[in-house]
């Protein structure tokens, strides 16, 4: 779900039954929340050597889904946990971002999609709760009657918002509306609204 910083989308998330929160925020690692603290590497520090966050989660995989303490995980933040992926891709390929493969971008590019899309189609499936934690993004777009609007969304790249609104069940904004915390759901224009 898009949220607003310090609003406390963390925490919210920890109370789902038997969460884990596969903590990728670094300014969020003293929470009192059960979590696993995932620090971020970029392609060339892995090239150099460093530890591959992104292998390192898909070799636990299995253990979050047979683990049966735990019921739910929490993606905090999806934005990082999909660069993860990013970085891992472009690193095993020796690049930095994906450009620098020259005719063969297109490939790295699918390649992260498929590798990204593969293993959270596989918890989707599984009889975990799967949580993906943003933050908001807001940005002006232009109606049909040439009037404009703003529209809050979650922050993540663009690939990985394509694959949240094809797996989410619920997309939900948890920020401040008319002043107090509350949970909108899905259309920006007409929300529902739950006060908190």
Request: neutral net charge; aromatic residues 10%.
């Amino acid at each position: 779900f898009p949220v607003t910083i310090g609003i406390g989308k963390s925490t919210l998330a920890s109370q789902f039954p038997n969460a884990l929160t596969l903590m990728y925020e670094p300014n969020r690692r003293n929470l009192r929340i059960r979590q696993l603290s995932i620090k971020k590497q970029e392609a060339k520090d892995i090239i150099d050597g460093a530890p591959d966050p992104w292998e390192q989660l898909n070799h636990t995989a299995q253990r979050f889904l047979y683990d049966e303490t735990i019921d739910h995980l929490n993606f905090d933040s999806v934005d990082i946990a999909y660069e993860t992926a990013y970085h891992s891709i472009c690193a095993a390929n020796k690049i930095t971002r994906p450009k620098e493969a020259g005719r063969g971008s297109a490939d790295v590019w699918i390649e992260i999609r498929e590798e990204w899309s593969a293993y959270f189609d596989t918890l989707v499936a599984s009889r975990l709760g799967v949580n993906l934690i943003s933050h908001a993004k807001t940005r002006e777009i232009e109606e049909l009657n040439g009037g404009k609007v703003d529209v809050t969304g979650p922050s993540c790249a663009p690939a990985c918002l394509t694959y949240i609104k094809q797996a989410c069940d619920y997309v939900l904004y948890y920020g401040i509306h008319g002043g107090k915390r509350a949970i909108c759901l899905r259309d920006p224009t007409k929300p529902i609204i739950f006060p908190m």
